[in-house]
């Protein structure tokens, strides 16, 4: 059973509306990674927020496990882990270690392997706002990390990150597919994760442009940003 269904969702924002996704309609399986590509301002970040409940009403449907999402995505949070683009706005602890322990069961201890891999375990009694950029986003994905979420979503991950700490993402991003997690990533950095991308979404203009296989898929995206699919489904022409 999927994990995650989106069944031609559409929103729009604005005042007036404007439509900012069409008709979406993708399947997330549990024990893989999809991969969300696509130019600026296409709409991966709304896509985001609306997989997440964020995004307040929307045409269509959302199905958690089979059962339809609602207006009520505290279900989805209680499973989810996220990164947004702007990790700043998702940390409120005073220091790491507290920040890291927000929504854990109490007498939680921290996963050691995440704090090493992520290079944080010298860094738990710093405050938030002492840290680098590259530092906060580390932060950030550690506590997305902690919960050992079934659903992972990643916006943009890579930003600020040095190719150690990439490595090491990359490293806890199959160990928790393996566990049977499912995570959902958006970025411009691809090269690094392509080989471990299980599903392909390209979105263009608000609207799935292609999904399938990534297999040839360091073709998909020209030098000038163009988008050509090579392999699995194209959703609309």
Same mark, same amino acid.
Request: hydrophobic fraction near 40%.
């Given at each position: 059973?999927? *994990? ?16 900012? +996704?069409?008709? *979406?309609?993708? &399947? *997330?399986?549990?024990? &893989?990674?999809?991969?969300? $590509?696509? &130019? ?13 409940? $964020? ?7 959302? $199905?958690?496990?089979?059962? %339809? ?21 998702? /940390? ?38 002492? /840290? =680098? ?5 580390? /932060? ?13 979503? +990643? ?22 597919? =393996? ?7 958006? =970025? ?14 390209? $979105? ?9 296989? %990534? =297999? ?5 995206? &020209? ?15």
């Amino acid at each position: 059973m999927a *994990i995650l269904d989106l069944k031609a969702v559409s929103v729009s924002l604005g005042d007036p509306p404007r439509e900012i +996704l069409r008709d *979406i309609t993708l &399947t *997330i399986h549990p024990g &893989t990674i999809t991969l969300l $590509l696509g &130019t600026n301002g296409c709409g991966k970040s709304v896509l985001f927020r609306t997989m997440l409940g $964020l995004t307040g009403r929307y045409r269509g449907e959302i $199905l958690l496990k089979g059962r %339809p999402l609602g207006n009520d995505a505290s279900s989805l949070h209680r499973l989810s882990g996220v990164v947004f683009q702007n990790p700043e706005q998702q /940390l409120f602890g005073a220091t790491l270690r507290e920040d890291l322990l927000i929504g854990l069961p109490r007498e939680t201890s921290l996963d050691e392997g995440i704090l090493s891999a992520l290079g944080l375990t010298d860094l738990l009694d710093r405050a938030p706002a002492e /840290l =680098s950029g590259g530092q906060r986003r580390r /932060l950030a994905i550690a506590g997305a990390l902690m919960g050992r979420p079934e659903l992972l979503f +990643l916006d943009e991950p890579f930003i600020e990150l040095d190719y150690p700490s990439i490595q090491n993402l990359l490293d806890r991003l199959q160990l928790l597919r =393996s566990e049977g997690g499912a995570v959902i990533l958006a =970025s411009h950095e691809s090269q690094d994760i392509w080989p471990l991308v299980d599903q392909l979404v390209i $979105l263009s203009e608000g609207r799935v442009l292609y999904q399938g296989d %990534p =297999s040839g898929g360091a073709d998909l995206i &020209t030098p000038a940003q163009g988008l050509r699919p090579l392999a699995g489904e194209r959703v609309f022409s």
